[in-house]
Structure formats: structure tokens, C-alpha cells
């Protein structure tokens, strides 16, 4: 009995140390080894998590035992772990296998036998103190020194990391670590840059199966202050391809605080993240989460009523001791962002999209699927070709699939659409894409300022111009074979931006992309909208209105509209099926439905006959903001 009795305090304990943790997600929080080395004194690592925890709950740390080749002194390591352990953390190794992260994320020379030993013994050095063990980002190699060349021989510099890298992982980490203690869990984290991964040796193709676990990096930052330029819907879609490469192993995203103009942007890449419903959210790192977060330029939204009211967030802090920070942290910011988006998460299905598919180790178009979500659209990225798709869209990445032109005709003669882009038009010449349909992109552009929709004798109407006009490759085509559905018109001359060709019992659609993908936000909204037509022809739901407002959408009928934008956005929501309001999921505001006018184009009153039965709401989001909703009849 006293045995029993001492066991439910034990539970006791470790419930009110998990008090207020979040019901959709853990949070974890990844500590440098550097961090790792300053708790050498105990009253600094107390310090720090009184005021972290006093901020955002922490269900998991990530203990690094190497970065830069900087080792963790081991009974610090056990000390570290204990104080987690006794406060019901859970704990689990981490590495960077960086030779030097400051310079250009040099990284070891995995044909250099000293290098291989030490990465080698990093991998034991986890195993002897962790049941789990993450890598983070820089599993990768970027050098080229003469041993890599001789190495390398005549192969590609891509195929002989993949290789490299391959061997790495099995016998310097996986190997190395379950030969010193046989049930450790090892995990790789792939960064952001996705699309770029296979010219490092990141192989998305056999790393998920040989390791137990992937992550995935969500940070996308700024999309145009930081190098990478990534855009915002990424923070998204990226932890959805990962679930299709490796589903229920992807184990979460993690964000960094880096690269934000203004705080609002951190919060968007934490909700951004949940709502892919990403299994836990990493915060990176422990010690910028104890920093002074910086509001910065965001005058232009702040006092309307945004979702993240950062003035009233920070209002709200209160220093944990005489040596915290005087004003609100990152922790802060965190914790509050993370309390919005669980408040709504339980009531969201799983997460649905327009079905893309991307070999793997495939490039081209790059990372167009996510300029492709800043305009509403929402995709699921797929490894493998979606032939259960009704609707499948395909980027020029899908030319890495030799056998791309037969599937796209397998799908047009079970009755189903495909659309591809101009991109993979001009890669599939010569490769079967004749044989459905004889369109072809030429060398020369047209600087568009003028748009028309509709298609048949005079059923064409403007809808839309742009005064300085937008780049876009030609697309030529056979009269009569096919038909612009959305045409770019410049000095007389039409040019298609959405081409339909029928062939057999399915329809093929060609969309021609601007040369700089950041113009797809600069169409005419009536020019996208009738883009939405085309693409998301079957989906349950769409929003129309400005770009740079994304919709992600689930499999229980409720979706949530987030805006990046800077002002208010004023969006038409369209559900199919007889509804006559929807409900915030959030506030439990009501929206009631409306009948919108009687188009004036006979291609969109056409398109509205063949899409009985839809309701349509009046949603304006706020700038910077999610609104997440449920239709009711």
C-alpha cells in the first residue's frame, strides 16, 4: 500500500509539472551545446528555466552533446538530464555536425578518415547517455577537397554525396549509436531547403527509411530579407511532405527566431506549423528564448485586433527574478502563439490539399508549391505519384520520373484532370507530351498588362490589367485543338496562361508561370480567381480574394484563412453544399451566407452552373492573422 501510495504521488508530481501543457502538440526546446557547457553552474540553468517555463510549457528538451567540434563534458551531460528528469522533461541528445557553422556551415570531410572517427565518436558519446538522439540540420557535406575529388571520380557531385552520405549515416551514426546502446531512437532533421537537398548528400529517398525518425525544418523567416527568400506558406506544406514521405515518423517542426523583420512573423511560423498538425513544435534555441523579443516593423497592423496582439502579450509579462529580462521574451512570444493555434486545432480534421507530385531528388520550378499556397492553393506534396487523385497538379520537378508522360495519359483516360505547368511543358518536349497535346513554350517572352477569361466566340471578358506589366514565357498551340482559358493579351496578341486540351476521357490543363514566381501575387485577383476555377475545380472549399492569403483545409470540412498581408483582407469564401453560416472556432462568431451577383462572363456563369449547390460567406481577416472556421447549415 505504501508502495501504491508512493507511485500516485510520483504521477502527481509529474502532472502538475506538466500543468497547462498544450492537448495537440508537445513543445520541446533544443539547448547548443554551448548553453549546455554555462550550466556548469547550477543556479543558471534554474535561472533560465524558471523564466522559459513561466512563458512556454516545455514537455521535452534536446540535450546537444556536439557543435563545431565543441564536446559537452559528460557528467555535466548527466547532471543537465537529472534536473529535466526531476521536473517530468523528457530528454534526448542532439548534434550539429558542423565543423564550423560560422563559416558557411563548413561541415566534416566525410572522405577524411580522422573526420569519420570523430563524427564516429560523437554518435557513441549520445548513445551512452540518451535513449533518443536528434541530428540536427547539418547532416549534410559541402566540401570538395582533394580527397573528395578523387573520391568523386566521374560521378556527378550530387550522386556521389548521396552516396557519401548514405554510407555516413549507416556506419558513423546509426551503427555507431546502436552498437553502444541498441535501443536508442535516431532521428535526422532535414532543413527548409528541400528542393536543393540531394547536392548535398541529403537523400530524402533512403535516409527516412534507414533512420527511425525524420524532423523538419519550418523556419522560413522573412521571404525576402534572408538568403533563402522562402516564402511563408512553407512553414505548411514542407511538414506535409515530410508525412508523406515518411508517414507517422515525421516526428515535428521546429522554428528558430532568426530573420524575423517583426515579431508577428515568429508567430506565423509556429501556427503555420500546427495547423500542417506537426506532432511537436521545437523551439531553437534555449537561450534566444531568454532574450528581449524585438516588436520590430509592424506599425503598420498593430491596434487592429490581429491575432497576435503583441502589445498586449508583452503587457502582460512579468520578470521571473533580478536577472530576467525587464520586457516580454521570446518565450513569450512563443507561449502566446502557441495557446492561440491549440485553442482551435482540436476541431481541425486532417489536413487536405491539391494532390503534386515531386520525385525524389527531383529539381525544377523551385519551390513553386509554395508561391502556388500563397494564392490560396492548398497542396499536397507527394513523393509518389497520386494516381487516386482526381485532380493532380505537376511542377517541372515531376520531369525526374521517366515514365511522367504515360502517367499523365493514364490519368486523362480514367476520366481525371491533370495540370502542368509551363515549366514541365518545355522539359517534357520530345519525351511523349506530343502525343496529348501539341502545345510547346517558345524562347520569347510576353510582358503582359492586360488579362481576359472565358473561352468560345465571344465569351472572352477583361478581368484585369497590370500597369507595368508581367513576364511570362510564350505557350503556342494548335487552334482549335485546345483553348485558352485565361489569356494574357499585349498589343493585339493573346497568349494562354491557363490552357485546356481534352484527350480521351480526361482534360489536361497547361499553366503558364510568370518568370518571377513572386508575380503570381501581383495578378488581378479576377485573374486568379479564374485560376482557382481551374486548379481547385473539385475542392470542398476556396477563398477568393487578395494573394498572400492561404487557406489549409481538412478532411472534417473545417479549414482556416490566414493573411500575411499588412492590411485587412477582404475575401469571399465559397463551401460546397447547402450551408448558411460558418462559425470562428475560435470566438464562436457567426457569418452568415449570401447569394453573390449573376456573373457577367459566360465562362463564369457557366462555371457556376456546373458547380451547383455552393454558399458563399463574406470573411475578412486581419492583417497578419489565421481565422479558423466550420460551416453549419
Sequence with gaps: MKKLMCLF????A?????????????????????EINSFADPKVLQAQ????????????VYIEVHRDRLLADDKLIEDVKKFFVDRGVQVAAGSAFTDSEANLFATYCYTNPEDRDFVKKVSERAARHFDEFILDDFFFVNTKTDSDIAAKGSRSWTDFRLDLMDGAARELILKAAKDVNPKIKVVIKFPNWYDHFQGMGFDLDKEPKMFDGIYTGTETRDPVATDQYLQQYESYQIIRYFENIKPGGNGGGWVDTYGSLYVDRYAEQLWDTVFAKAREMTLFNWQLLTLEAQAGSRE?????????????????????????????????AAGAALRQADAVLGKLGNPIGIASYKPYQSLGEDFLHNYIGMIGIPIDLRPQFPTDAKLVLLTEAAKADPAIAEKIKGQLVAGKTVVITSGLLRALKGKGIEDICEAYVT?????????RAGWGPGSSLSVGEHSSGILFPEVRFITNDAWGLVSAVENGNGYPLILMDKYSKGTLFVWTMPDDFRNLYSLPDDVTKAIRDVVMRDFFVRVDGPSQVALFAYDNGTFVVESYLPAAAETTVTVKGEFTKLRNLATGEVIASFVPEEPKSPFARRRRAELPGTSHFRVTVAPHSFAAFSPEK
Aim: charge should be positive; charged fraction near 20%; include cysteine.
Design 9 to 12: 504521488a510520483c504521477l502527481a
Design 14 to 34: 509529474l502532472t502538475g509539472a506538466r500543468a497547462g501543457n498544450y492537448q495537440n502538440f508537445h513543445v520541446s526546446v533544443y539547448i547548443t551545446v554551448r
Design 49 to 60: 528555466w524558471d523564466l522559459i517555463n513561466s512563458q512556454v510549457k516545455v514537455d521535452k
Design 300 to 332: 503598420a497592423w498593430q491596434g487592429q485586433k490581429t491575432s497576435f496582439d503583441w502589445n498586449a502579450i508583452a503587457a502582460g509579462y512579468k520578470p521571473t527574478g533580478p536577472e530576467a529580462p525587464k520586457s516580454a521574451t521570446w518565450a513569450t
Design 443 to 451: 524562347p520569347n517572352k510576353v510582358l503582359a498588362r492586360d488579362f
